[in-house]
């Protein structure tokens, strides 16, 4: 069984997995992947997402238990401005 998980934890990995959102609808947000698949996101107030809730989410997405425990977390690339700041300082010479 999977471990407690935080929200945001839980959007990270469902990004890794080509999910996109989270959208708001009325009271739970949600990610979509493709055009027929939606998974909502549980609101636990500040607190983790319970294992069998999880469990529950992971079969829904079709992934191995087993694989989500070790699959990483979906991190926003870093864009370094390096480029654009030698570009700038070589038109202000």
């Known amino acids: 069984m999977p471990k407690p998980i935080n929200k945001r934890e839980l959007i990270r990995k469902l990004k890794g997995l080509g999910f996109q959102g989270p959208f708001l609808e009325t009271k739970h947000q949600y990610m979509i992947k493709g055009v027929n698949h939606k998974i909502f ?6 607190k983790d997402i ?3 809730l999880v469990s529950k989410i992971i079969n829904q997405i079709g992934v191995d238990p087993k694989n989500w425990e070790g699959m990483r977390e979906y991190r926003r690339p870093f ?7 030698i570009l700038s300082s070589e038109h202000r010479a």
């Open 50 to 52: 319970g294992a069998p």
């Open 79 to 85: 864009v370094v401005l390096y480029y654009y700041a």
């Open 41 to 46: 996101i549980p609101n636990p107030h500040g």
